[in-house]
C-alpha cells in the first residue's frame, strides 16, 4: 500500500484524537435503570465546590477565629467584626464569589453575628459619603455618553501642536484636569476612543506603533489616576475617608474637632499638589520608557482634524454638559460642607436626566450598582470596628510592632502606612482596600500621638499607587480593554512611577503638610 | 408537587425529544475531527493558529478560534462599567481587541491555505453578561462542508471561557499558547494560569504549542499501558494524516527497568506497523521520566505525552507527568486523553 492510500485510509475524527464521552459511563445507570441517580448527579457540580474553596475557607477560618477565646483588651463584639473583616479581605483579593456578595455578607453578618439593630445597619448604609459614590458614577455615565471626546483631543493638539511628546504631556495634564473634579475612570472611558484614534490614524498595524500607543495610553490613564486623589470627588476612596474622619473624630461638642469634617477646598489644599508634582514625572518616566516609534503625528491630527470638522460646531447639548459640569464643579466648592458632596452630585445627575441629556436606562446599565454595596457595606463595617474598640485593640497591637521595628517615627510611620496600603490595594480594588484599612490606621494615629488627617491622607492617596497591574487602577482596566498594551508594559511603567510616588507623598507629609495645620 | 423532584417542566415525551436532538447534534459533531484553538492577542496566536491549521487537513475537520473576553468581576474598573468603554470604542468605529485577533486569524489561515472568507458565512449574536458585543459567533462553511468558526466569548475568566466552550461541543483538541506561568500543584491552589488551569482540567486532548524554529516529528512517549498504547495509536494517525516523522520514545527509571521500556517502545512500533504507519526511529533511555522526554524531546517539533489514566481532580491535586512535561518543555506538548 503506498503512503497516499495509508493515509487516505485513516480519518482524523475516528481514528485520531477523541473527543470526551462524558454520557458513556452514565448510560450503564441508565440501563440498570438509575434514571433519577443519573438526573442528580448531572446537576451536581462539584467544580463549584473548587471555584468557591477560597470561600470555604474563608468561612471555616473566620467561623473558628470567632470561636475561639478572646483576647485580652478586646471585646467579643470587636473580636466578631476583626473576624468578619479577615473574612471580607480574603473573599475581596481572592474574588471567590461576585464581589457585590460580599457586601451582602457583611449586611447579614452585622445582624445576625453582632446583633447590631437591622434598622441602625441599614441607617449606616447610606451615608452622605455612599450617596456621593452613587451620584458620581451617576455623573460620569452621563458625561460619558455626551461624547465630547474628539473635541478634547482637538482642543489639546491645537495647544501641543504635532510633537507626540507635548501631544502626550497635554493629554496627560487635561486628563488630570477633569479627572480630579469627576473621576478618573470617567475620563479613561471618555477619552479611550480619542486615543485610540491618533495611535490608529497613524499605523493600522497596532505592533508597528506599540510604543507610540503605550506612550498615547499611558498619557490617559496615568493622567487619570494621578490626578484621582487630587479633590475628594475624584475617586470612592477619598469619599470614605472623609465619611471615616467625621464619624471617628468629629465631636458637634468639641468644635476643636470640626476640621475632621473635611470640606472640598482643604482636601484641594493638601492633595492637589501631589497630583502638581508628579505631572512632570509622569511625563519623563513615559518619554524614558517607551520610545515612540514616530515623533510627528502630523498625519493623524490632520485626520483628527477632519473628523472634529465633520461634527460641526459644538451643538446645545454639548455645550450643556459642559455647564452642568462647571456648576456641579463649584457647587462642590462652594456648597460641600453645607448640602454635602452626594447631594451636589445627585443634582447634577437629575440635571442630566431632566435635560434628555442621558436616559436612565444608559445610567442603569452603565453603573456598577455593586460598587455602590461594596463600600457601604465597607464603610459600615468600619464604623462597627471602631464602636466594638476592635479598631483601637488592632491599633495598639500595631504600634506595639512597629516601636519593634524601629518605625515609631513620624516619617516610619508614615511610610509603614503608605507601604501597607500599597500592597493591600495591589490585591484588591483601591477602595475596599481604603474601607478595610482606614479605622485601623486612623486609630494607630491616634495612639502614636500621629495626626489622624496625615494618616488618612497618606491611605488615601497611597491606594491609588498600585501601578503594577492592569486590574489595580479602575483607568488602566478600561485602558488595557482596548487591547493595545500588554501586562507587561504596566509592570514596566509602574515600579519607576509607585518608588517616586511614595518619595513625593512622603516629601509632603513631612514638609508641607505640617504647615497647614 | 409530584412536578417538582422533576429535572424540568417538560413532558416525557418532550424531555425526550430534546435529548434525542441533543444527542443528534454531539454524535455528528463527533463524526468531525473539531480543533478549539484559543487566541490571546500575543505574538504566540500565529503559531498556535498554524497548527491547527495544519491538523485541520481534510474535509472532516472543523476549526473554531476562539477568543474570551473576561469581564470585570472584581469591580476593578471603579464602578462605571467597562462595557461603557467599550460601546464607547464600538460607536467611534473601532473593533473590540478580540475582534482584531480574531481576524488576525483569518490571515494565519489563508496564509496556511485555508481561505474562509471565500465560503458563505453565518453571524450569530447572543448576550452575555451584559457586554455590548455580547457571544458572538461567526461561521464560515465550505460548500465540502467544513467548517472554520470565529467566535468571540465573554466569560467572568479566560479559563473558564475556554472550558465552557468546551461543554458547548465536544472538541477533539484545544490548541493553547506557550504558558507565562506554570505553578506546582500547591501554588496553583492559590493562583493557576490559564493554560494551565485548562490543561489539567480539560477533557479532551490538549496542544500547548511554543513559538521557536520550524522543527518536524512527533517525539511520542510509552509507558507500555495499555492507556499509553491508546494515546501512541491516535498520536501516530495525527502525525501521519499530516506527514510528520514519528518517534517512539520511552524511559526507564533505572537501569534494571531498560528492557521494559525497550519493550514498551517495541510493542509500540508493532502497534503502528500493524496500522501500517511508518516509525521513522525508536529510543529508550534511562534516567528521570520528566527529564528525559523535556530533554530529548525539544530537539522535535511536538512532545506527545499521556496522561496517567488520573482523573481531572487527581491532575488537580497530584499532578503528573504529562503536566510537568508540559510546563518544562522547551517545544510544543500534545498531552493525549
Known amino acids: 500500500m503506498t503512503a497516499t492510500q495509508s493515509t487516505t485510509a485513516f480519518s482524523l475524527a475516528r481514528d485520531s484524537l477523541q473527543a470526551h464521552e462524558s454520557s458513556a459511563r452514565l448510560s450503564r445507570f441508565r440501563r440498570r435503570g438509575y434514571q433519577r441517580y443519573r438526573l442528580v448527579s448531572s446537576q451536581v457540580d462539584l467544580s463549584l465546590l473548587w471555584k468557591r474553596r477560597w470561600f470555604i475557607i474563608a468561612m471555616v477560618l473566620g467561623f473558628l477565629l470567632m470561636a475561639a477565646p478572646t483576647p485580652s ?40 453575628l453582632l446583633k447590631v439593630d437591622p434598622t441602625r445597619v441599614a441607617q449606616s448604609l447610606m451615608t452622605d459619603s455612599v450617596l456621593f459614590i452613587m451620584g458620581s458614577l451617576m455623573l460620569a455615565v452621563a458625561i460619558v455618553r455626551q461624547r465630547l471626546d474628539k473635541r478634547i483631543a482637538w482642543w489639546i493638539v491645537s495647544i501641543t501642536g504635532t510633537n507626540v511628546y507635548w501631544i502626550s504631556f497635554g493629554i496627560t ?65 477619598n469619599a470614605i475617608i472623609i465619611s471615616y474622619w467625621k464619624d471617628f473624630f468629629y465631636d458637634p461638642a468639641d468644635p476643636a474637632s470640626r476640621r475632621y469634617l473635611m470640606d472640598y477646598l482643604t482636601w484641594i489644599y493638601y492633595a492637589f499638589p501631589m497630583f502638581l508634582l508628579r505631572l512632570p514625572i509622569v511625563a ?157 490606621v486612623l486609630k494607630t494615629a491616634v495612639v502614636a500621638h500621629e495626626d489622624p488627617i496625615s494618616a488618612g491622607f497618606i491611605t488615601a492617596i497611597s491606594s491609588a499607587f498600585g501601578y503594577l497591574t492592569p486590574a489595580a487602577q479602575p483607568a488602566f482596566t478600561i485602558i488595557y480593554a482596548s487591547g493595545y498594551l500588554k501586562g507587561a508594559d504596566f509592570f514596566k511603567i509602574g515600579i519607576r512611577m509607585m518608588l517616586l510616588s511614595i518619595i513625593v507623598l512622603l516629601f509632603l507629609s513631612s514638609v508641607y503638610w505640617p504647615l497647614l495645620r | 408537587m409530584r412536578n417538582f423532584f422533576k429535572r424540568s417542566q417538560l413532558s416525557d415525551r418532550q424531555e425526550s425529544a430534546v435529548r434525542k436532538t441533543l444527542q443528534n447534534l454531539r454524535a455528528q459533531r463527533r463524526n468531525r475531527f473539531r480543533i478549539l484553538a484559543c487566541v490571546s492577542g ?30 470585570d468581576q472584581g469591580l476593578h474598573s471603579g464602578g462605571l462599567q467597562v462595557r461603557l468603554a467599550r460601546q464607547n470604542m464600538m460607536e467611534a468605529g473601532f473593533e473590540l481587541p478580540g475582534v482584531r485577533y480574531l481576524k488576525h486569524a483569518l490571515q494565519v489561515l489563508s496564509q ?41 466569548k465573554t466569560a467572568p475568566d479566560v479559563a473558564n471561557g475556554i472550558l465552557d466552550q468546551y461543554e458547548l461541543g465536544p472538541y477533539n483538541l484545544i490548541v493553547l499558547g506557550e504558558p507565562s506561568r506554570w505553578r506546582g500543584e500547591f501554588k496553583a491552589f492559590f493562583d493557576a494560569g490559564i493554560v494551565q488551569q485548562v490543561t489539567v482540567l480539560a477533557p479532551c486532548s490538549v496542544l500547548v504549542v511554543r513559538k521557536g524554529p520550524e522543527k518536524s516529528g512527533f517525539f511520542i512517549c510509552t509507558d507500555g499501558t495499555s492507556r499509553s498504547m491508546q494515546a501512541v495509536r491516535r498520536a501516530a494517525v495525527l502525525a501521519h494524516v499530516t506527514g510528520e516523522p514519528i518517534t517512539l520514545f520511552s ?52 512532545i506527545v505525552v499521556t496522561d496517567e489514566g488520573r482523573s481531572r481532580f487527581q491532575r488537580l491535586f497530584k499532578g503528573s ?11 510544543s506538548v500534545l498531552d493525549v486523553r
Not at chain 1, 483579593?93 to 453578618?109: C, D, F, K, Q, R
Not at chain 1, 510627528?296 to 454638559?321: F, H, N, Y
Open chain 1, 173 to 237: 495634564v487635561v486628563c488630570g484636569v477633569l479627572a480630579a473634579f469627576i473621576g478618573e475612570h470617567t475620563v479613561a472611558a471618555m477619552m479611550l476612543p480619542v486615543g485610540v484614534t491618533l495611535i490608529s490614524l497613524t499605523s493600522n498595524d497596532p505592533k508597528k506603533v506599540h510604543n507610540l500607543a503605550a506612550v498615547i495610553l499611558f498619557s490617559i490613564s496615568y493622567g487619570c489616576s494621578i490626578a484621582g486623589v487630587a479633590t475628594p470627588s475624584g475617586g470612592a476612596r
Open chain 2, 251 to 302: 524511559v526507564a527509571n533505572t537501569e534494571q527497568g531498560r528492557p521494559a521500556a525497550e519493550e514498551a517502545v517495541y510493542n509500540a512500533g508493532a502497534l503502528l506497523k500493524a496500522m501500517k504507519i511508518p516509525v521513522h526511529e525508536t529510543k529508550v533511555a534511562v534516567g528521570n521520566t520528566i527529564e528525559e522526554i523535556v530533554e530529548r524531546g525539544s530537539l522535535y517539533k511536538i
Open chain 1, 284 to 440: 519623563a518616566i513615559l518619554v524614558f520608557t517607551f520610545r515612540p516609534e514616530t515623533t510627528d503625528m502630523s498625519r493623524a491630527i490632520s485626520r483628527l482634524r477632519t473628523q472634529v470638522s465633520m461634527q460641526g460646531p459644538m451643538k446645545v447639548s454639548e455645550w450643556t454638559t459642559v455647564v452642568i459640569f462647571l456648576v456641579t464643579i463649584i457647587g462642590w466648592i462652594m456648597l460641600s460642607d453645607t448640602l454635602g458632596l452626594g447631594v451636589i452630585a445627585i443634582a447634577g445627575t437629575v440635571a442630566f436626566l431632566v435635560l434628555g441629556l442621558v436616559r436612565w436606562e444608559d445610567i442603569n446599565s452603565g453603573v456598577n450598582w455593586g460598587v455602590v454595596l461594596l463600600y457601604a457595606a465597607s464603610i459600615s463595617l468600619g464604623v462597627e470596628m471602631k464602636a466594638t474598640g476592635a479598631a483601637e485593640w488592632v491599633a495598639a497591637s500595631v504600634l506595639t510592632g512597629l516601636n519593634h521595628i524601629g518605625a515609631g517615627s513620624a516619617l516610619g510611620f508614615n511610610l509603614i502606612i503608605s507601604l501597607l496600603t500599597i500592597g493591600v490595594s495591589n490585591t484588591m480594588t483601591a477602595g475596599a482596600a481604603v474601607a478595610v484599612l482606614a479605622p485601623i
Open chain 2, 321 to 331: 507527568t504529562a503536566t510537568d512535561v508540559v510546563r518544562k518543555a522547551r517545544t
Open chain 2, 112 to 152: 496556511e491555505g485555508i481561505d474562509p472568507e471565500s465560503w458563505p458565512r453565518e453571524t450569530d449574536n447572543q448576550d452575555a453578561w451584559g457586554d455590548p458585543a455580547g457571544d458572538t459567533k461567526v461561521e464560515y462553511k465550505s460548500p465540502q462542508g467544513r467548517s472554520v468558526v470565529l467566535k468571540l
Open chain 1, 73 to 112: 483588651g478586646l471585646t467579643h463584639g470587636g473580636q466578631i467584626v476583626l473576624c468578619m473583616s479577615i473574612m471580607a479581605t480574603i473573599l475581596f483579593v481572592s474574588e471567590a464569589i461576585p464581589l457585590p456578595t460580599v457586601p451582602l455578607l457583611i449586611i447579614v453578618g452585622q445582624v445576625v
Open chain 2, 42 to 71: 500575543t505574538e504566540e496566536d500565529d503559531f498556535t493558529v498554524r497548527y491547527a491549521a495544519r491538523f485541520s487537513i481534510s474535509n472532516d475537520c472543523d476549526l473554531i478560534i476562539l477568543h474570551v473576553r473576561p469581564i
